[in-house]
């Protein structure tokens, strides 16, 4: 049966869900040259490939050829796909996982969610080929380099709820970071101040304004020229954690952002950034449980660590 918000026209495959592309209201010619045009980073040679193989299919259900006329607002559904990919060898654990909700434990290098050169090799798709959820999404976002919890909705039908936690700020959350030791600042404080882009490697920077972005930070431990801090963002911004403390002259361990760009090449797992989501805490809108998880990975002790902190510079 036709249902254009939920449409099961493509079934999932490897873990990847159909993508979908809406024709404009307007236009005439060719299903095949809109999509050469819309999608260029699809070759004509590989669009024919897939319409001769069955893979774009429309909102009906229909299966589209080379010969297909463009259909005003119609949608079309199909797979992405990567020549190639490098796989990530670091494995992802499933904490706890219920009718609604799924928490993994992510390992650094991994992304969430598919982007750019990263499909297979994603956290989301992982889990779909691994566990067969089709609907599964995660409800928030960690960075790729950060490891840690990620929280997951299961079903469509009581997403919205747990997306609501987020948006509502009602989930604790608690990450633990590893980055030089400043005598000269006192602990706890809460660092709060105004984050937008910066337009260069999707970085983020401080400037002028309202604070839109709070952290409050504590010191864990202390060795040497380095501490462990316990870091809990009140708001989301991307970035928030890493930003804050590079303001603070105390950039984490590994940080190839900030507080200057120096991203290793690809395949390099020497020095992971040391930034843990340790601990997500809220109370559950569809059970009314209290809920409180905690991560199993752990950072790397401070006795690993150099004397002279250096930025970014992985442990001696």
């Known amino acids: 049966m ?32 809109f999509l050469v045009q819309r999608l260029p980073a699809v070759s004509r040679a590989d669009w024919l490939r897939r319409l001769d193989a069955g893979e774009v299919v429309d909102e009906y259900g229909g299966v589209a050829t080379a010969h297909s006329p463009f259909t005003p607002g119609v949608r079309y559904y199909y797979y992405r796909e990567l020549g190639h990919e490098a796989p990530i060898p670091f494995h992802e654990d499933v904490l706890y ?66 997306q609501a936690l987020f948006r509502e700020r009602a989930v604790r959350k608690v990450y633990e970071a590893v980055a030089p030791w400043r005598a000269d600042l006192g602990f706890p404080r ?7 882009e910066s337009g260069h490697f999707f970085r983020m920077h ?26 809990a963002p009140l708001t989301g911004k991307r970035h928030q954690l890493r930003v804050h403390m590079a303001a603070l002259g105390l950039p984490l361990c590994g940080d190839g952002f900030y507080p200057e760009v120096n991203d290793p090449p690809e395949g390099d797992y020497s020095n992971p950034l040391q930034l843990l989501a340790r601990s997500l805490s809220f109370t559950d809108p569809v059970t009314g449980q209290e809920r409180h998880f905690e991560s199993r990975l752990r950072l790397r002790p401070l006795a690993d660590f150099g004397g002279c902190p250096t930025t970014g510079a992985p442990p001696a």
């Open 97 to 162: 996982q219920d009718a609604h909700i799924l928490v993994a434990d992510k390992p650094h290098f991994l992304p969430v969610v598919p982007a750019g050169r990263y499909l297979q090799q994603t956290l989301l798709v992982r889990l779909k080929r691994r566990l067969g959820l089709t609907a599964l999404s995660p409800v928030h976002r960690i960075d790729r380099d950060t490891a840690g919890l990620v929280l997951f909705s299961v079903q469509r039908a009581t997403r919205g709820r747990y």
């Open 190 to 196: 809460c660092h709060a101040s105004r984050l937008q």
């Open 2 to 33: 036709h249902n254009s918000h939920d449409p099961r026209v493509l079934p999932m495959r490897d873990g990847v869900n159909p993508c979908c592309v809406v024709l404009p209201s307007q236009g005439r010619g060719l299903l095949l040259d």
């Open 206 to 231: 401080e400037v002028p304004g309202e604070p839109n972005a709070v952290t409050a930070m504590e010191v864990m431990e202390q060795a040497g020229a380095w501490a462990r801090y316990r870091l």
